[in-house]
């Protein structure tokens, strides 16, 4: 009997796990390594007090649709359908859509925006970002090679709101 169970193979450990680094963009490594590439996207962890910001990213090829509130910072890379409220700023990267409606402090359109925009503070379009919208703003920056349709209004209004919220 000690000899059959001599003849029995003990089973080995399994292999550790090893863990497999989340992936990454050309920006986030940017970000992580200190550089400053022009056009690079760079999303802030902490806000001026210290405390954590709600950032919002929607990844390449990820559809998302309904209604987006109380986020400090959205960063479209795919596509968004959908209204805001409460969002102090917009980025949508080149190759974003963001179609709906959006009342936010500050905007910057490297991809498409289609719909309605009131940016209350600033908004800059860059190349290649095209904006089809309702838009009402207090200060505009456009790049060029970026582009600008739909109805556009420069709202002093909006622009002593922020000024008197502050």
Known sequence: MANLLGNIRRPTPPEPLTTVPPPTTAASEAARAGAAEPGAWSVSRAGPTGTATRTLVVGREIVLSGEISACDRLVVEGTVKANIKD????????????????VVETAEIRGRFEG??????????????QVSAKVKYAEIEIERGGRLTGTVTCDEAITTERVTAD
Do not use: H, Y
């Open 116 to 129: 309605e925009l009131t940016v209350k503070g600033r908004l800059l379009v860059c190349a290649p970002g």
């Open 87 to 102: 969002c102090r700023d917009i980025a949508i990267a080149e190759g974003g859509l963001f179609a709906g409606s959006a």
